[in-house]
Nanobody
Framework: QVQLVESGGGLVQAGDSLRLACVAS????????MGWFRQAPGKEREFVAA???????TYYADSVKERFTISRDNSKAMYLQMYTLKPEDTALYFC?????????????????WGQGTQVTVSS
């Protein structure tokens, strides 16, 4: 397993942008498929976006398509660029790593998780 650390969350207004980052603490993200998930209070954790280990395949939840972009910087970091944020995007955002490298949409496919970074969007 790899230790993951997220950063970049904050309090913004509707329509603003944020970029989240996920890095491996003391290790590398090379070979891992990576994903972003989020969990709002009282709700289940939900898939947001995923990227394959080579970065050649990306996947998005319908609710964030056209507004969020996932990317990775080879083995060093993964990012989630979020545009046109909405109050319903408010959640704790987690990054996760998948040893199989595919970039999966099911949380159960991921072996390593970060602690999360809070995103709050005010209306």
């Amino acid at each position: 397993q790899v230790q993951l650390v997220e950063s970049g969350g904050g309090l913004v207004q509707a329509g603003d942008s944020l970029r989240l980052a996920c890095v491996a603490s003391g290790g590398t993200l090379a070979g891992y498929g990576m994903g972003w998930f989020r969990q709002a209070p009282g709700k289940e954790r939900e898939f947001v976006a995923a990227i394959s280990w080579r970065g050649d395949r990306t996947y998005y939840a319908d609710s964030v398509k056209e507004r969020f972009t996932i990317s990775r910087d080879n083995s060093k970091a993964m990012y989630l660029q979020m545009y046109t944020l909405k109050p319903e995007d408010t959640a704790l955002y987690f990054c996760a790593a998948d040893m199989l490298g595919g970039g999966e949409q099911q949380a159960a496919e991921y072996e390593s998780w970060g602690q999360g970074t809070q995103v709050t969007v005010s209306s």
